[in-house]
Each structure stands twice: as C-alpha cells, then as structure tokens.
C-alpha cells in the first residue's frame, strides 16, 4: 500500500524525495529551484520556529524585520563577505513591466531601470548593520540582541527540497556587544540553543564544533557550528553560530562610546537555523514507510481512526470517539479524530504512517465492548491493545517514551559512526563504504584540505569543541598534527 | 520632555511619522520605500499576527507557503489582475554578480539573464493557482482551506511608513470551493472575522461593505472590505476579502469532477490583511504625547517604574516591584519592570507615554509605607493611588476598561464622522471642512465616480453590507439612485 515510496536500499535519495512529497511537507513548484511548503510540513515547521522562537526570547532576544532587498554596493563594503556570497544571488533590475506595444503580453519597461540594482537577500548582515550603525551609539545601546524570520534567495544551480532550495524560511540571529569576549559568548550560547533544540526536541544527538578557516562563513572569525549524522552516512550541518569580530562594525562604521568615552568598533555575532532542519528530520529518523517524526514537534501526535462496518454501532463508536479526542486535547496532545467517510481504515493507517504520526488509535466495535483501544508506535511500528482506562496517562508517557527511544536510536547509530583512520587507505575504503564521521588528523592547512575534497569528496565538518589534545600525522601530507578533526561527505 | 513629537493640530502627517519613529515602531531604511520594523513595532505585530492566526485557524484555515518569485508570464493569465498588478512590480532579471574587470567592486554579470524574468509576488493568487491544479481533482479536495503570511513587494512612488511601503508583511488566504455560493459564504465569513478582530482587538470601529466596481480587486467577482475612520477625518481601507468566481480556475485551468462526476471549474476567494494595520492603529488612538495601544494587543499592557532617591531603600522597593510584576506576570498580564539606571524617572514615564503602554504603576517610598501604588492610565492619562492589596484584579479589569473605552471613543468620533449630503456645495464642503464619511446618492457610474476622484480627491470607499435602499439622485449627476454610499478622502 505505501509502495509509492522507494526503499531506501534501493535509491536513498529517492526514498528522500518520496517522503518528503508523499508525507505531505513539500513540493515542486514552477519557479526553478522553489518548492511550495504544503500545509502538514508548515505545520510542522511551525512548530519548530514557534519552539525556537521561545528559547531565542528566553535568552533575551527580541524579534524585528529589515528589508528583503539590499543594495549591490553594500555586498562590497566587507571584502570576505562578498566573496562569499555575492555572487549567486537574484537581482532586481527593473521596477514596472509594461504592455507589450506588439501585443505580446508584457514586458519589462526598459525606462524602469534601477539606478543601483537591488539584490533579494541571501543573509542579512549588510542591510542590518547598515541599520544598526543609527541604533548604537553607547554602551548604553549595547548588547543588541535581535533576531529575524525571514525568507532568503541564494541561487542554487543543484536543489533539493528543504536540503537546498533557491528561496528558504529561516531565523538569522545578529547581535553587537561592546567586548569580544561577550559577543564570543553569545555565539557559543546560541550554538547551545540550537543544539539543545535539535537533541532534545528534534531527536537528533549533533556534534558541536569550530569550522575551518575554508569552511567558515564569509565574514567571520570562527564559525561554530553543530553536525548531524543521516542514515546514509552522510554529515548535515544543522546550524551556524558565528563570531564576526568587527568586521562588519568597520565595513558599516558601526562605533560606540565605551564607559570611559572612548570611541571603539562594535563585536558582532550572527547565527541562523533554516527549513534545512526539516530536511534533517527527515533523513534522520524516516523509514520505508514513511516519515517517523519526534513528538515534541509532530503537528499531529496521535491520530484517532475508528473502525466500524456499515452503520452498526457506528454513532456510539463516533461518541467515544470524540470524548477519547477530547480528553487527549485536554490534557495538551495534539490530536487529530479522522472520521472521514471517503476513505477505508487500511488507507488511513497507511497514510499517517507516510505522514510519520507518532501515535495512532483505533477503535472498533470489539474495542468498544471490551473497553480497550488498539494502540500503534509509528517509531517500533508496535501495537497493543490496551484499556480506555488511564489511556491519556498512558498516552503522555509513550509519547515521553517515544521521543527519548528516536533519540537513543539516532545517538547508537552516530556513535558507532565516528570512527578513526590512521592511514589514507582506511580512510578512503570507511568513506565509502561506511560513512559517517571520519576521525583522523589533520594538517592544519587549506591546500590538504582542498586536495582531500578534491579527491574523495569529503570536508572537515568540525574541530569538535574540547577536543583532546593528541599527537599524530596528517592522514594525507603526513605532516606533523596535534588533535583529530571530523571529515566527512556531506549534505 | 516629548516635544519630539509635533503635534497633529500643527501638522498631522509629521505627527504620525514621529509617533512611528519615536513610539519605536518602525524606521526608514537604506532601501527606497522599505522600513525596519523595530523590536516594539515587531513585537505589536507579533500581537496581531498571532491573534489572527488563532481566528484562521479556529475557522478551519491552516498556512502553507509559496515562493516568492512568479514568473512573468503567470501575471498574464487573468486578464483583470495583469492590468491591476503588473505594473509597479520588482523585476529579478539576473541571477549572478561577478567582480567587475575593470575594477569596480562588483557588477551584474551579462551572461546570468534569466530567460524569463521572475517578478516579487505583489500577490500571490497566480502561483497559488497554478499550484492549486495539481492538488485539486475531486469534490473530495475541496473545499481548501489555506494561508499565508508573506512578505510582498508593490513598487510604490509615494510611500509612508506602515501605510504604503514598498515592501510590507501580510497574510493572504487563497480558498478554493466546489460552489458559487460556498465561495461566496467563505469571502463574507473573513470579512466578519477580520472585522471582530479590528473591532475588538485593535478597539477601531469599521464598516462592512462591498466595494464598486473601480475599487475591486483586480481579477475579483466581488471585494467586500472594512473601513476605518482616522483622526483627521480620512478613511483608511483595513482588510478586503474578495470573491473571486471562477476568474483564476479558468486561467490556471483549476477543474474538479463533482459528486455526479461531471467537470467544473473551481470556485475561488482571496483575503488579507497587512502591516499597514499597525499605521491604523497608531492614527486612530495616538495624542500629541505619543501611541494609545489596546492592551489587548498591546506588547506591554502594564510598565512599573521604581521611584527612590539614592540608596535609601532601593533594594526593599526592587523587592516589592518584582513581587509585583511575578504576580500580574503569573495572572497572564504582559508586564515590564524597568529598573534601569540609566535614566530617571521622568524620562521613563514620558518614553512608555509615547510607547503608548495602557498602565503605568510607580511605586515610591512613601507608597512602600502606605502599601500603595500610583496608577496611570495611558488613554486618559488619569492617575490614582490605589491599595496594593487586590492591585492585580484592579489591574485585570482596569485593562478591559480601556478597552472597551479606547473603542467607544474611537466608535463616538466615526459616528459623528458619517453625515448626510445632498448637493453637491455642501458634499464638497463637508469634505473639505469636516471630513469623515459622506453618505450620499450616486447613479452607478464610473464615470461619476472618476470625475468625483478628480475633482474632490474623494472616492467610494464601501457601499455598506445589509444598505437601506432609498430613492434619490446622484450627488454629481443627479441622475436617479436607488441607496446611498459612502465617500470619503482615504489613505
């Protein structure tokens, strides 16, 4: 019944697609590279922007909007910024479109030129400091600490639903501090709130690391950042968190007047999460039936079908029903009673289990006599059958139980994923043929990097934060090194 | 102390950009037309945004998300909303930048031109449509129930902030139906909901209505609206919900087979309503000392100012200010203690009198030995001194009076603003000299309507739902009339 979707033996990357379109998240949409998001996978990022929003306000951020647009000449203003990202964006040239004069429909009106072209963001840094270079005067307006919701348009050539798409939905947190031990702080905090989020709402255990000198963000000082592990083996950065030092306080000439007076650049952080995450969620905990999603954040976390032959009993069943979906939202659970006629139970069940409903109820007319309900996991696929009594207790501790068991499952899976290489050999035979996190050391220089990605396709993902000291050999120069770095192929 | 904001008697338009900049709602941006909306501003819209999406979703809606970007030739499917919308629209044209040789920073790269440009939705029904095709096949899928909050782009020449801004936030609700009439219910049905919601959130009265055929939505059957009345006598279009027949069905090729199978084309309405409420708000209850805001959408309903001299006593009152603002916290009252040092008393009253904070408490020392606090209400600007002991049931109701208040203020002023006129000396005069709405007779033309436009800047803002029918003659052509509308001069 669920054989729309493709096994993941059989093409991993299709079985992504599969679920991704049958579970009810995404599609395609006619604009190269943009997908629409469908109304359950809006449902679900909502609650994980709504769940993210709370802990950015809980660490004393508040939420504002800058414009989608941002002149050219700003993306010069920081040499590495622009570098970065520059390049692949979506410009906007002209302002009206006017009537054909040859009755071809419409056509851009070449006296509508811009002036200086508008770029659709790719991430905000620029127009924000922009901004902030008016807000911040004094350490008295210090430490601003602000976030914004948005979407951003990054020209993608290779897209793939919420992994990597032309427009995505994300947060970018940008915040300025008087020291730099402070900002340094804060972006380690928010690399903390975002893997807390990820572990403990999404089920999925990340590595929290540094990134690289090639790898950071254009623009920054260091880039922290926490990586996932999906089933295929392949790493997902899952969120960034980056120190900016001043470089941006110079491009913008953003200053302020310390305690004592003095005039000095303001230290700046950024970090943003996007839609990607729902990509990871995907990947991570999916099975050939179809999507598994935590509790915490599933928009539906039970679902109630009830199981009845033509119309016997079928109103006291309908009753119960509704009084079981009753005392479930009561107690907080997000439930969903479908009593839809227009399709049979078999279809139901198969359909929530693509959809990735952690908990399903069915009810039948036996049920109903003996006073029991059918219970199914979505993660075990397990069923029983238990008494109505206690049902929502009972209920409330499997969803607990649910959503520590996906995580548990995840975390046994990257932990016997993170293996070490010691020779250029092994390393290449465990990148193929196992995946996952390679640990091995490192030179310390781009050129082995860039030769290493090169050859075998894969980066170093992070320098994991506390990372032991250990002496070793470079796996592909040989050269001196003094701690293990994590490669791998990656999303 | 506030003399940062003009007053509305000496020039009213200055009054409302200094509400918006110093209230901290909003500010110009780098980007011609497109403000920041500040943390305050942001979190007013926070307010709004999320008590409406509760309305959509308590009436069956759900939110969904499309791109961003609409290909050309979708703006000229229906035939009406090209001639509305394509016009003053932001072109995308390019999709890359490269370094310049000569130079100069970065340029437009020549060879990245898109083969057919993308326009920044001004609107969003043609991508919806067309994705609405593939999802609709039967009676089944309908009707669709959908939303979205998006940002949007109109390229405006003339623009205020909030008002009519180049880029502005939004939602807009796109529903499809199996029948006419269906559609029709749905369209009216948000109407209602958008008017509960400015009436008894945002305390503004409103008229229901229909809009004439000039004033429709282009692509629309039917554009029901609600109409609010400013201070200075102008009207100001809060919401529209639109009727959209079959227009778009047909232009996207949207059919479904109903219960006898047989093929039809699908039944539409779009509704929205956008940021520009927050400049409603600010002209419809700000003074000359700042904003009046609701408490029921109020970001801070309640501020508490500390009032010592020195260190005497400071740390007993900080005690008592933070039993007080845990306890209103804990009665689900959004309250602000501001124990700052860095700015006086004073200063802080005037700065939450312009923020429009319904309720200030300052406690003092004499207030500590008389277990009393001193209350001011924003909207009177009246104050009290009340007993500590039920200070948080005082305070609860003390929010639903002004309120109610703000409302009834808002609704005596708009009743008084609606009068009768029957000659065309006294309707000019009437606008020119007391403003508001003119109910007048009017034959049904556009062309009466135009020349009205030109010669008195004045235009049919509704012809009000449930409209007594009376004979009469039209205010300009004298020609007959069946029921009287309403004009005015609008924003």
Same mark, same amino acid.
């Given at each position: 019944m669920s054989k729309e979707i493709t096994s993941r033996q059989e093409d991993y990357a299709q079985w992504y697609n599969d679920l991704v379109i049958r579970g009810g998240l995404a599609d395609y949409s006619a604009v190269r590279g943009c997908m629409v998001i469908k109304p359950y996978g809006f449902a679900l990022w909502e609650q994980m922007r709504d769940t993210l929003d709370r802990m950015f306000k809980d660490t004393g951020h508040e939420n504002a909007y800058f414009p989608l647009f941002i002149p050219k000449s700003f993306l010069s203003? !920081?040499?590495? *910024?622009?570098?970065? +990202?520059?390049?692949?964006?979506?410009?906007?040239? *002209?302002?009206? #479109?006017k009537n054909d004069p040859d009755g071809n429909g419409i056509i851009v009106d070449p006296e509508a030129r811009l002036e200086e072209e508008l770029i659709v963001r790719p991430t905000s840094e620029t127009i924000i400091w922009n901004t902030y270079k008016t807000w911040i005067q004094s350490y008295r307006d210090l430490p601003l600490l602000i976030n914004q919701w948005a979407n951003v348009v990054r020209w993608e050539m290779r897209t793939r639903l919420f992994l990597? %798409?032309?427009? +995505? #939905? $994300?947060?970018?947190? *940008? %915040?300025?501090?008087? !020291?730099a031990g402070e900002a340094i702080e804060e972006a380690r905090l928010m690399l903390n709130v975002y893997a807390d989020f990820v572990e403990n709402y999404m089920a999925l255990p990340v590595i929290k690391g540094v990134k690289t000198a090639s790898e950071r963000f254009a623009g920054a000082i260091d880039t922290y950042c926490i990586e996932a592990l999906m089933q295929d083996g392949k790493a997902l950065q899952a969120g960034t968190s980056h120190f900016l030092g001043q470089n941006f306080a110079k491009a913008f000439d953003v200053k302020f007047s310390d305690r004592q007076n003095k005039l000095d650049y303001v230290w700046a952080? /950024? $970090?943003?999460? /996007? %839609?990607?995450?729902?990509?990871? #969620?995907?990947?991570a905990h999916g099975d050939d039936e179809g999507l598994i999603l935590p509790p915490k954040i599933a928009p539906v976390q039970v679902v109630i079908v009830p199981i009845y032959k033509g119309e016997e009993k079928k109103e006291v069943l309908d009753t119960r029903c509704r009084e079981i979906t009753? /005392?479930?939202?009561?107690?907080?659970?997000?439930?969903?009673?479908? *009593? /839809?006629d227009n399709n049979r139970p078999g279809w139901k069940f198969a359909e929530y289990e693509k959809r990735g409903v952690p908990l399903r109820i069915a009810i039948g007319l036996r049920d109903l006599e003996n006073k029991t309900v059918e219970l199914a996991r979505r993660d075990t696929r397990q069923k029983k059958s238990i008494p109505e009594e206690g049902l929502t207790e009972h209920i409330l501790s499997l969803l607990t139980e649910i959503q520590s068991s996906m995580y548990q499952k995840a975390l046994s899976f990257r932990d016997a994923h993170i293996t070490r290489a010691d020779h250029w050999e092994e390393f290449e035979k465990l990148l193929d043929e196992k995946g996952g996190f390679i640990s091995a050391h490192w030179d310390g220089t781009a050129e082995t990097e860039e030769v290493i990605k090169e050859k075998l396709k894969a980066t170093i993902r992070c320098i994991p934060l506390n990372n032991p000291p250990e002496e070793g050999k470079c796996i592909y120069s040989g050269k001196p090194s003094r701690e293990r770095v994590l490669f791998a192929r990656a999303y």
């Open positions: 203003r !920081e040499a590495a *910024h622009v570098e970065g +990202f520059a390049k692949e964006c979506a410009v906007v040239t *002209h302002y009206r #479109l990597r %798409t032309t427009e +995505f #939905l $994300w947060q970018e947190g *940008h %915040t300025a501090h008087a !020291e952080t /950024s $970090w943003g999460v /996007s %839609t990607r995450l729902v990509g990871a #969620l995907v990947m009753a /005392s479930l939202k009561a107690a907080g659970i997000r439930v969903k009673y479908d *009593h /839809s």
